[in-house]
């Protein structure tokens, strides 16, 4: 069988971030997936990721919940980790290109109806940051 992972079908509904640059935390909208169960990709295309300092790392997760406004009882469904890596690798993983996290929507038996995208950037003195899009794709 093929790998398909580099094509998928692109709906705007499903996009969790557009283009462009973070180079400090930060959480997407909250996105309603509806009362089904949502089998997937993150699919993130990275265009720059800055190491220079060392210290960098940005986590890129999707966040699910069962309350609307996600203020309470949210999970981590899926994450992928870029910049200087220390545990469990020691080489940085900082090259440009699209990256796919399998994930549903569902955690311990319980469908999370809302989701978000979450980004965190840690390091000393980030300047540039990261440059990614992302969007969620069906099977």
Request: glycine residues 10%; hydrophobic residues 45%.
């Amino acid at each position: 069988m093929a790998n398909d992972y580099a094509r998928f079908t692109y709906d705007d509904d499903l996009e969790m971030k557009a283009a462009g640059l973070l180079a400090a935390s930060a959480d997407g909208s909250i996105l309603d997936l509806g009362e089904g169960l949502f089998d997937g990709f993150l699919v993130v295309d990275m265009s720059a990721c800055e190491i220079d300092g060392a210290d960098e790392v940005y986590t890129v997760s999707v966040e699910g919940s069962t309350v609307a406004a996600m203020t309470s009882e949210s999970v981590c469904l899926a994450k992928k980790v870029f910049g200087n890596l220390v545990v469990p690798m020691d080489d940085a993983l900082s090259a440009a290109g699209r990256y796919v996290v399998p994930f549903r929507n569902e955690d311990g038996g319980e469908l999370q109806r809302y989701v978000r995208l979450s980004t965190l950037v840690a390091g000393v003195a980030v300047a540039t940051g990261i440059n990614f899009s992302a969007f969620l794709a069906k099977r």
